[in-house]
């Protein structure tokens, strides 16, 4: 009976905190269905992460098996979260791959420096951006098709207006341009460009007098 238990314990919890902590936060089901479990600073979670989210599964499934706890947890959460992404800090995304399509890919960069081959922050051309904000940028863009055009339009302002002064962009110029999504978005994948290279920490600061270079 305690080895049908502990069997029983690996597969419920043992099943998703192996695969979604050496996954960065994908089961094999996970990428089937195109989601992945997220920090909610948009980089990758760890062991940590996933052994935390799964180990309160078992009260979201209070009362067994129904889920019905965590179900009511989820649905009055603004997040969409259940208890143990609210303790564990995390989020459950759609992953989509129009951002590998184009060449762009932050959440490498990201990737590195969680995993300690990189603590500097990237520099633009007038300052510094962290690394939480590179993966910010990454998950937008990876998801902006799928967001309504008013939505699309005042996050990636949201988003974008922080990082203007640190690019040498006019605020207040853009601000009024007609074209203002396309040319924030344009930014924003400049912004993933850079954090590509090899070394994201190697100054940049050289293009500070060609702003038009972001382009």
Same mark, same amino acid.
């Given at each position: 009976m305690a080895l049908l238990l502990f069997v029983i314990f690996l597969i419920n919890w043992g099943y998703y905190v192996f695969f979604e902590g050496i996954s960065q936060g994908s089961t094999p089901g996970k990428?089937?269905?195109?989601?992945?479990?997220?920090?909610?600073?948009?980089?990758?979670?760890?062991?940590? =992460?996933?052994?935390?989210?799964? +180990?309160?599964? *078992?009260a979201d499934m209070l009362p067994p098996p129904c889920y019905l706890l965590g179900g009511l947890?989820?649905?009055?959460?603004? +997040?969409?979260?259940?208890?143990?992404?609210m303790v564990a800090g995390t989020y459950v995304v759609i992953e989509k791959f129009e951002l590998a399509a184009q060449g762009a890919s932050g959440a490498a960069w990201a990737t590195r420096v969680e995993q300690g081959r990189s603590r500097q922050a990237l520099t633009l051309?007038?300052?510094?951006?962290? &690394?939480? @904000?590179?993966? #910010?940028?990454? @998950?937008? $863009?990876?998801?902006?098709? =799928?967001? %309504?055009e008013e939505r699309r339009a005042l996050l990636?302002?949201?988003?974008?207006?922080? +990082?203007?002064s640190l690019l040498?962009?006019?605020?207040? %110029?853009?601000?009024?341009?007609?074209?203002?999504?396309?040319?924030?978005?344009? #930014?924003? $994948? @400049?912004?993933?460009?850079? *954090?590509?290279?090899?070394?994201?920490?190697? *100054?940049? &600061?050289?293009?500070?007098? @060609?702003?038009?270079? +972001?382009?």
């Amino acid at each position: 009976m305690a080895l049908l238990l502990f069997v029983i314990f690996l597969i419920n919890w043992g099943y998703y905190v192996f695969f979604e902590g050496i996954s960065q936060g994908s089961t094999p089901g996970k990428k089937r269905m195109g989601i992945r479990v997220i920090r909610q600073d948009g980089l990758p979670i760890g062991l940590r =992460e996933a052994a935390l989210r799964n +180990l309160v599964r *078992a009260a979201d499934m209070l009362p067994p098996p129904c889920y019905l706890l965590g179900g009511l947890v989820m649905h009055f959460d603004p +997040l969409g979260r259940r208890l143990g992404d609210m303790v564990a800090g995390t989020y459950v995304v759609i992953e989509k791959f129009e951002l590998a399509a184009q060449g762009a890919s932050g959440a490498a960069w990201a990737t590195r420096v969680e995993q300690g081959r990189s603590r500097q922050a990237l520099t633009l051309p007038r300052g510094m951006i962290s &690394a939480q @904000q590179v993966g #910010l940028i990454e @998950q937008f $863009l990876a998801r902006r098709y =799928e967001l %309504s055009e008013e939505r699309r339009a005042l996050l990636v302002w949201q988003i974008t207006e922080p +990082l203007l002064s640190l690019l040498g962009e006019d605020r207040d %110029s853009l601000a009024r341009s007609a074209d203002r999504t396309d040319r924030c978005e344009q #930014l924003l $994948l @400049q912004v993933l460009d850079l *954090a590509q290279i090899r070394e994201p920490h190697v *100054a940049v &600061a050289a293009k500070a007098s @060609q702003p038009s270079s +972001l382009f």
